[in-house]
């Protein structure tokens, strides 16, 4: 079993920037690979970024490739998704999730364990 937890959620404004953490409990964590997705109101759920259980490897969505960049320590069970250039239309509830293994996942049913989500908003 894992349990997730996000934090690092806010009020930035447009072209600010965030860093978002997922603490994960669990003793075998560094053996799963974690992914970032968002919600806005009214919209599905999607994917924005995975990191495999390394660290070596990442796999970003093209709506936040080359402003946002997921990053792991194993050590601390945490990963983080740091989110520079903000816009409003990132604004959205942030959850990580986590899975046994190292692959691309981008899809919901990819991943076994969620956490509860955190709020980003950007204002314009």
């Known amino acids: 079993q894992v349990q997730l937890v996000e934090s690092g959620g806010g009020l930035v404004q447009a072209g600010g920037s965030l860093r978002l953490s997922c603490a994960a409990s669990g003793r075998t964590f560094s053996r799963y690979a974690v992914g970032w997705f968002r919600q806005a109101p009214g919209k599905e759920r999607e994917f924005v970024a995975v990191i495999n259980w390394t660290g070596g490897s990442t796999y970003y969505a093209d709506s936040v490739k080359g402003r946002y960049t997921i990053s792991r320590d194993n050590a601390k069970n945490t990963v983080y998704l740091t989110m520079n250039s903000l816009e409003p239309e990132d604004s959205a509830v942030y959850y990580c999730?986590?899975?046994?293994?190292?692959?691309?996942?981008?899809?919901?049913?990819?991943?076994?364990?969620w956490g509860q989500g955190t709020q980003v908003t950007v204002s314009s």
């Open positions: 999730a986590a899975r046994h293994g190292s692959g691309r996942y981008s899809r919901i049913s990819d991943y076994d364990y």
